[in-house]
Nanobody, 127 residues
């Protein structure tokens, strides 16, 4: 059974960094596009970043461009989200999600495009 598990969340001061990991088990994630989403209390889920199955297409939300970097390591069956210059408004539960092959219409930020989700990891940015 294909499962995703996130890790790497925690408490960090503003300006700090964290690296989130999305590990796949039960299947090779080579043929899956992966999206990172976040949801803060009282807010809707937001698409943060996306990497295609080949790694050739990468997208970021405007709010994280220049601060976050997504990557994938096929040998380790992992996708990472390196987060730097963190701000209090980055506080949220971060989840990774998978879709076979790739998203439709370039709508990588649409959570309905994904059919497999991890349980999420909490990121708190606070002094």
């Amino acid at each position: 059974q294909f499962q995703l598990v996130e890790s790497g969340g925690g408490l960090v001061q503003p300006g700090g960094s964290l690296r989130l990991s999305c590990a796949a088990s039960g299947s090779n994630m080579d043929y899956y596009a992966i999206g990172w989403f976040r949801q803060a209390p009282g807010k809707e889920r937001e698409g943060v970043s996306y990497i295609s199955s080949s790694g050739g297409t990468i997208n970021y939300a405007d709010s994280v461009k220049g601060r976050f970097t997504i990557s994938r390591d096929k040998a380790k069956n992992m996708v990472y989200l390196q987060m730097s210059s963190l701000k209090p408004e980055d506080t949220a539960i971060y989840s990774c999600a998978a879709r076979w092959s790739g998203v439709v219409g370039g709508r990588w930020y649409d959570s309905d495009q994904y059919n497999l989700w991890g349980q999420g990891t909490q990121v708190t940015v606070s002094a």
